[in-house]
């Protein structure tokens, strides 16, 4: 089972973090992501993490301002969101995937239960 915390309202330019964690012996063996769903839109990726952490991908529009990062000894899983834009606002999503493209491409079926965050102008 995947659990999410963190989240919430921030104005235009403030920060906010994001956690999942899964209760599992093996989150290490697990490619780790987070999507985000716009209001009225699909599903889109955000950032994805190899199970080591040593290689991250980005969506574009938010690189340079999130990161994600795991801790396999914890079993967690963040995405520091910086310099938040009205844009963001809306559901992330963690994900977990056996490869790095099934969390890249949406594809896994293991999903967090959603997060919301507000950003307002």
């Known amino acids: 089972q995947m659990e999410q915390s963190g989240g919430g309202s921030v104005q235009a330019g403030g920060s906010l973090r994001l956690s999942c964690t899964i209760s599992?012996?093996?989150?290490?063996?697990?490619?780790m992501g987070w999507f985000r769903q716009p209001p009225g839109k699909e599903r889109e990726f955000v950032a994805a993490?190899?199970?080591?952490?040593?290689?991250?991908r980005y969506e574009d529009s938010v690189r340079g301002r999130f990161t994600i990062s795991r801790d396999n000894s914890n079993n967690m899983l963040y995405l520091q969101m910086n310099d938040l834009k009205p844009g963001d606002a809306c559901v992330y999503s963690c994900?977990?995937?056996?490869?790095?493209?099934?969390?890249?491409?949406?594809?896994?079926?293991?999903w967090g239960q959603g997060t919301q965050v507000t950003v307002s102008a």
């Open positions: 994900i977990r995937g056996g490869s790095f493209e099934s969390v890249v491409g949406g594809t896994s079926f293991f």
């Open positions: 599992v012996r093996t989150f290490h063996a697990y490619n």
């Open positions: 993490i190899s199970q080591t952490g040593d290689r991250t």
